[in-house]
C-alpha cells in the first residue's frame, strides 16, 4: 500500500483529481486564449475625425394671431406672411428656401360655459428659411421681428453636401491610415506577415456639432430688435474603419 502510494502513477491520477475537484467546486478563475492562425483573417479598427464649418444655416420663423373672427385673424396672419416672405426676398433669400413647414387653425373654447362655445380662433403660420449666406442670418431675425413674426425657433447649422462628404473623405483617410500604422506595428510585434486586405467595413458616427451661441437676444416685444450676434463653430465628422488583412 505505501509503495502505491508513493508511486506515479498514484501521483498523477491524484493531482488530476484534485485539479476536477477544484475546476468544478473551486473558485472560478477566467482564462482567455487568442490564437491567429495562418489564412485568419487580422482586423483592426480605427476611428478617424475631420471638422468643417456649416455653411447652410436654418432658421424657423412663425407668426400666430388670435381673435374673435377667423376671417379677421386669418387676414392679418395673411398680411404678416406676405410681408415678411417679401422681406426675406428682398434680403436675397430665394423663393425655394423659404419653405412653409405648416398652416394652423385652433378654435379656442370656453369651457366655462357647457356646452363649452368658441370664444374665438387661433392660426399659426410656420417658415423654415434656408440661409446660404452666414452674413444674412442677423438681418433675417431682425427682419422677421419687425414684420410680426412672433415665434422664432432655433437656428440650425448644417453642411451642404460636398462639404460634408469631403470631411467624410478626411475623416476617412485618416481612419485608414491610423489602421494600416496599427497593423504593420502589431504584425511586426507578433511576428506574423500581412497579406492583402480582403475585408472594409464602415460605420459614421453622429455629427458633433459645436455652434457657437448668440450673445445678444432678439427682442420679441420690443418695437426696437436687438441685433444678434450669431456664429455657426463648427462641426466634428468621424468614421470608423475595420480593415481586415489576410495572413502570410
Known sequence: MN?????????????????????????KIPFSLVTQEKGEPFMVTETGNATAVPDIAKVYLGIEENGDSLKTVQENVNKKSKSLVSELKKLGIEEKNIKTNSYNVYPEYNYDQQ???????????????????????NEVLVKATEVGANNIGNISFELRDETKEKALNEAREEASNKAKEKAKSLAKISGISLGRIIN??????????RPMYASKAVSLTSMESTKPEITPGETEISITLSISWEIK
Do not use: M
Open 3 to 27: 509503495d502505491l502510494l508513493k508511486s506515479p502513477f498514484f501521483a498523477v491520477i491524484t493531482f488530476f483529481i484534485l485539479l476536477f475537484l477544484y475546476s468544478t467546486f473551486g473558485p
Open 200 to 209: 472594409i467595413s464602415e460605420s459614421a458616427g453622429a455629427e458633433d456639432i
Open 115 to 137: 356646452p363649452p362655445q368658441i370664444r374665438g380662433y387661433r392660426v399659426s403660420i410656420n417658415y423654415q428659411v434656408t440661409i446660404e449666406n452666414f452674413d444674412k442670418v
